[in-house]
């Protein structure tokens, strides 16, 4: 029933590891993204993909790779994983720009240590 | 860079008071957002307006937006406990690019 999911909702891992979060809509919406949300609930773009073609790419260093299999997906791994990579990593989706808004997934709290 | 700015950043108001949030933006944009987030939930959509629409309704929401001030007011009317919650402003001018600010904690209290 859930609009957009994310795994795993809590992420606890070490300072050089490799991990990945999973996200799928279910609301047939061609556009997909990744937003991160720090510890002052700043929310920042990291990418938008639309109809599985990377659109943004909001200059994050590269250990961060977004993977989109087919446009209800949008993965994102994390490569040797750092302490501010720390934050709440959120999925969304959406259809047509500026017309409607954003189905938000409801987060991957992620904390290295 | 961050395109929307929240004022005030926190607002305490007693059950049934209406609340009132502003939000701040520089640079001309295509339509701005409202969105809702519940503590340790993700963001709920509100009420979408456009750059050529200066007001919107949505039950108790009340939008506005005033593109020559670049601002944007969001008022909620007879608060409930239920409406405590942090709400953010999102400007959207490039499409597939929603800039969100930092939002404003809003708790009511019965």
């Known amino acids: 029933d859930t609009a957009v999911s994310q795994t795993p909702k809590y992420l606890v891992t070490q300072m050089g590891n490799d991990k990945s979060i999973k996200c799928e809509q279910n609301?047939?919406?061609?556009?997909m993204y990744w937003y991160k949300q720090d510890s002052k609930k700043f929310l920042k773009i990291m990418f938008s993909y639309n109809n599985k073609e990377l659109i943004i790419n909001e200059t994050v260093p590269n250990r961060f790779s977004p993977k989109s299999p087919d446009k209800a997906h949008l993965n994102l791994h994390i490569n040797s994983l750092e302490l501010g990579d720390s934050a709440v990593y959120f999925c969304?989706?959406?259809?047509?720009?500026?017309?409607?808004?954003?189905?938000f997934g409801s987060g991957t709290r992620l904390t290295v240590v | 860079s961050q395109q929307g700015e929240e004022d005030p950043q926190a607002l305490s108001i007693q059950e049934g008071e209406n609340a009132t949030m502003n939000c701040s933006y520089k640079?001309?944009?295509?339509?701005l957002q409202w969105y809702r987030q519940n503590s340790g939930r993700g963001l709920v959509h509100l009420i979408l307006i456009r750059s050529n629409e200066r007001e919107k309704h949505s039950g108790r929401l009340r939008v506005t937006l005033d593109t020559s001030k670049k601002s944007s007011s969001l008022l909620i009317t007879a608060s409930r406990a239920a409406d405590t919650a942090s709400y953010f402003c999102?400007?959207?001018?490039?499409?597939?690019?929603?800039?969100f600010g930092a939002g404003t904690t809003v708790t009511v209290r019965a």
């Open positions: 609301l047939g919406h061609d556009t």
């Open positions: 640079t001309s944009i295509n339509n």
């Open positions: 969304a989706s959406s259809q047509a720009q500026g017309v409607s808004g954003y189905t």
């Open positions: 999102a400007t959207g001018k490039i499409d597939y690019k929603l800039s």
